[in-house]
């Protein structure tokens, strides 16, 4: 069965800087896609970041710039470092991920908390 666990979430004053992780566990065959959604409270979950299979990127015009998100393929394992954080950005954070076959996966959040 295929789990991402997440990493790398807390309390940060505006300005600084977070890492998240999310590794994959109980998949052998990699995942053609995988990027991080977040949701903040009352709100829908939007995009932030995805990377593909060809390290190509997508960014949310909101995060770009002040975002990186990238991936280990031989751990399955995907990052996303959070520089200049802003008190918009506080919400929980889902790690997904996509298989070749279109099969997709949720982590279970992990909460940024930017205090102003």
């Known amino acids: 069965q295929v789990q991402l666990v997440e990493s790398g979430g807390g309390l940060v004053q505006a300005g600084g800087s977070l890492r998240l992780s999310c590794a994959t566990q109980?998949?052998?065959?990699?995942?053609?896609?995988m990027g991080w959604y977040r949701q903040a409270p009352g709100k829908q979950r939007d995009l932030v970041a995805l990377?593909?299979?060809?390290?190509?990127?997508n960014y949310a015009d909101s995060v770009k710039g002040r975002f990186t998100i990238s991936r280990d393929n031989a751990k399955n394992t995907v990052y996303l470092q959070m520089n200049s954080l802003k008190p918009e950005d506080t919400a929980v954070y889902y790690c997904?991920?996509?298989?070749?076959?279109?099969?997709?996966?949720w982590g279970q959040g992990t909460q940024v908390t930017v205090s102003s």
């Open positions: 109980g998949n052998t065959f990699g995942m053609s896609v």
């Open positions: 997904y991920a996509q298989t070749i076959g279109l099969r997709t996966y």
């Open positions: 990377i593909f299979s060809s390290s190509s990127t």
